[in-house]
């Protein structure tokens, strides 16, 4: 049975869609269809169960997958060393968000960089990143969501702290809204929290001007979700929006608004004084990175030394 037919039968299991295992593989929608319609004529039994948005595999395809897999892997590790020469000098196409990965990830490869790995990175959306991925123009994804189907392999890579934030005039201005909110620059970020209960802060929140990354206010959303088990109290557009989160903090330094901002990201400010954290909740929402590949591309040693970096280097971020 040629090779071919069984390496599109694979991306087609791990894709769930012969579209995406056309653009995985470079061919088109037709010639996958061909090429699977060849192999069940052949097995005599049918593979997958066409639908509306996707295809579904049959016990025997899924079976068929378990056996050929690791060889197909096998083979695609043997093929792309000949070819490339020695892992070490291969190429790492990492897709990700901008902040994370400008501050956290491609630092985090550098000792990899030195000892002859090479890295391209774009940034984009989750959508754009994981889009990237299925479709074979990266080797690496970042997203804030975990990825369906089996098509990528995904580990949970860290979890960020989300915190609001603000200068402290707007600490100031909050206080004299709410009457317990005090000076935070002057009192402490503890302190003021502490006497600053969720529920009495919420009200005050509602008329400040927001900074955000969408316009559909993702990390605020999450944050009010999860503090004060509410909807966002944002009743208009955000005062500004810039995508890239470290534009919003230059924004909110500026004294424009408020923010909600991974800590990570703002801790300096914070250190120093130039914003505060307005409440400090005992339960801080999270929000959960993960790392994916192609199912099978670990078998290259160079994807897989990256993966192993950037699972180690984040138990320590």
């Known amino acids: 049975m040629e090779l071919d037919l069984l390496r599109t039968f694979l991306a087609v299991h791990r894709a769930g869609s012969f579209t995406r295992a056309g653009?995985?593989?470079g061919l088109s929608q037709?010639?996958?269809?061909?090429?699977?319609?060849?192999?069940?004529?052949?097995?005599?039994?049918?593979?997958?169960?066409?639908g509306a948005r996707g295809v579904t595999p049959t016990a025997v395809a899924d079976e068929l997958a378990r056996k050929v897999a690791p060889h197909l892997d096998a083979l695609l590790e043997f093929s792309e060393a000949g070819v490339a020469g020695e892992p070490e000098e291969r190429t790492v196409h990492l897709a990700g968000p901008p902040e994370f990965t400008s501050l956290r990830v491609l630092p985090a490869l550098a000792p990899l960089v030195a000892e002859g790995l090479t890295v391209r990175t774009v940034f984009g959306t989750t959508e754009e990143n994981l889009d990237g991925l299925a479709t074979g123009h990266c080797d690496l994804a970042l997203s804030t969501a975990r990825p369906r189907g089996e098509l990528l392999a995904t580990t949970a890579l860290w979890d960020e702290?989300?915190?609001l934030v603000g200068t402290p005039y707007w600490a100031g201005h909050l206080g004299g809204a709410t009457g317990t909110v005090g000076v935070v620059a002057a009192v402490g970020a503890t302190e003021a929290a502490?006497?600053?209960p969720a529920s009495v802060l919420l009200p005050a929140l509602a008329d400040v001007p927001v900074v955000a990354v969408h316009e559909s206010l993702p990390l605020l959303s999450?944050?009010?979700?999860?503090?004060?088990?509410a909807d966002s109290p944002v009743t208009r557009s955000a005062a500004v929006v810039v995508p890239d989160l470290r534009a919003v903090l230059d924004t909110v330094l500026a004294d424009a608004g408020i923010a909600v901002l991974p800590r990570y990201l703002c801790a300096a400010a914070l250190h120093d004084g130039r914003v505060v954290a307005l409440l400090e909740p005992q339960m801080p929402p999270l929000r959960t990175y993960f790392l994916s590949v192609r199912?099978?591309?670990l078998a290259l040693p160079h994807l897989a030394?990256?993966?192993?970096?950037l699972l180690r280097a984040a138990t320590s971020w």
């Open 295 to 297: 199912a099978g591309t």
């Open 194 to 196: 502490e006497r600053a």
């Open 161 to 163: 702290e989300l915190v």
């Open 222 to 229: 999450r944050y009010w979700a999860t503090v004060f088990d």
């Open 30 to 50: 037709p010639a996958v269809t061909g090429q699977m319609r060849t192999l069940e004529r052949r097995l005599g039994r049918p593979l997958f169960d066409r």
């Open 305 to 309: 030394r990256a993966h192993e970096r």
């Open 23 to 25: 653009a995985l593989l």
